[in-house]
């Protein structure tokens, strides 16, 4: 069982960039692959924004943050974090990690076992 735990949002001007952080707790969370969600205001569910594998090496990125965002992971530190650059208002949500055990790239939220209780960014001028 691992537990996680965002951090780094906050209030981030147009344009501007922000990393964000999620800490497991438990062991072997170098067997975990993990995601980014987010849900965004007037979004009733959470959408994709990137997964990376268990061991770091293999990222993917929902289309509109291709190229913005950077997902990588730290198995020493058991922390993973979320790079996102050139951001906008719809930007703006609560950014959430979670994690199953898979050799795999995992995208299906519903495929996660463990999530985290969420990071609010807000990007606004």
């Not at 849900?39 to 959470?46: A, E, K, L, N, V």
Request: glycine share 10%.
């Amino acid at each position: 069982q691992v537990q996680l735990v965002e951090s780094g949002g906050g209030l981030v001007q147009p344009g501007g960039s922000l990393t964000l952080s999620c800490v497991a707790s438990g062991s072997a969370f170098n067997t975990y692959a993990v995601g980014w969600y987010r849900q965004r205001p007037g979004i009733g569910h959470r959408e994709f924004v990137a997964c990376v594998s268990w061991d770091g090496r293999n990222a993917l990125y929902e289309q509109r943050v291709e190229g913005r965002a950077t997902a990588s992971k730290d198995n020493a530190k058991n922390t993973v974090y979320l790079r996102m650059t050139e951001m906008n208002s719809e930007d703006t949500a609560v950014y959430y990690c979670a994690a199953v055990v898979s050799t795999k790239l995992v995208l299906n939220p519903t495929s996660y076992d463990y999530w985290g209780q969420g990071t609010q960014v807000t990007v606004s001028s």
